[in-house]
């Protein structure tokens, strides 16, 4: 019994930690989208609050060329929400990338890619 309930402690204290993490909860465009009309921004929000200065986002044309418009900032009315302006998008397919450090010090990155429809 006393191992079982060592074992349980140990699994959620592991989980708890794997919670701190910032991951993409929502993004617009959505990711693997298709849209008609080309963004002016590009706007994810993530599970954690995020530390503006060691978070940065990107837009890269299916060229290899950056395509952001300027520096990523995190949002002043939502900490977990990282946007970046976009120059003017032809249509084609776009990779976003994202690095962020949340508020408790975790490191993540990724990609997504959307979708400038003809």
Do not use: C
Request: proline share 8%; net charge positive.
């Amino acid at each position: 019994m006393f191992r079982a309930g060592i074992v349980s402690a140990a699994l959620l204290l592991g989980a708890g930690a794997a919670w701190g993490h910032a991951f993409v909860e929502r993004a617009e465009p959505r990711v693997g989208s298709t849209v008609r009309i080309a963004p002016a921004q590009v706007r994810v929000w993530f599970t954690e609050n995020l530390e503006p200065a060691f978070s940065t986002l990107e837009v890269w044309d299916q060229g290899g060329k950056r395509v952001d418009g300027g520096p990523a900032e995190v949002s002043p009315a939502s900490p977990a929400t990282l946007q970046v302006p976009v120059k003017a998008l032809g249509p084609g397919t776009y990779r976003v990338k994202w690095r962020v450090l949340s508020v408790d010090t975790h490191v993540t990155e990724g990609s997504f890619t959307f979708r400038v429809a003809p």
